[in-house]
């Protein structure tokens, strides 16, 4: 194993990392982002208040019992088993799902399940004075959701969805036992080719590592952002002096 050798299948075969780096990425932000999605939506649900002996109150509760089995089973099994049942789960049914939506369909649903989670401790962080005073308004729970509780639970639990952006850039590497042609796949088909495994996993590695680098700064960034500046400064009117 030499440099030459690393460099050398880097220049023949640069345009099929770069290709299998792009499908990464995508996976990655597009099932984020529906992970994230799902996840606000089963928060939401899951704070709703629950009158007692109601119609309202038994259809919540089977929803509750439904989203709570859901994510039980997305966060406690593998999501390798997890892809395999569901792309030729339904294969077997009839339904032929492109392999790409079905990658992006099982880790979406995957980091729903966590960030249901995630959502739930925002939600739960804050302080109960703040329903109180909203209800005092005339508040209901969705406006109390949406104009008050959200937009806090954003930035609590901006760190660990930017964790499960970087999660899911390596996790998609299980994705291959589908065939989708995303980086870890097409690293096999090179060194295949070549026979050099250690060589092209290592240039697989250090592609990796640039993507999950660059993720975690421009997070960063944003919560900077998001925190705005550190110290504020009042400005008075300036008071004519006595005369």
Known sequence: MSLDIILSILKENW??????????????VFSTI???????????????????KSLKAVILKIINFILT????IFRGTPMIVQAMVVFYGLYAYGIEMDRFVAAVVV?????????????????????KGQYEAAAA??????????????PQVFRNILPATGNQLIMNIKDSAVLS???VTELFFTTKSIAGANFRFAESFII????YLIMTFIASRILRIIEKKMDGQDAYQVQTKKEEPIL
């Open 137 to 150: 308004i005339g508040m209901g729970h969705f406006q109390t959701m949406v104009h008050v509780i959200l």
């Open 177 to 179: 036992v589908i065939s």
């Open 34 to 52: 529906i992970g994230a999605l799902i996840g606000l939506l089963i928060g939401v649900v899951h704070t709703i208040p629950l009158r007692k």
């Open 204 to 207: 697989t590695c250090i592609i």
């Open 107 to 127: 880790v979406g649903l995957n980091t729903g399940a966590y960030m249901a989670e995630y959502v739930r401790g925002g939600i739960v962080s804050i302080d």
């Open 15 to 28: 345009p099929s990392y770069l290709q299998g780096a792009y499908i990464t990425l995508l996976i990655a």
């Open 69 to 72: 089995v859901y994510v039980e």
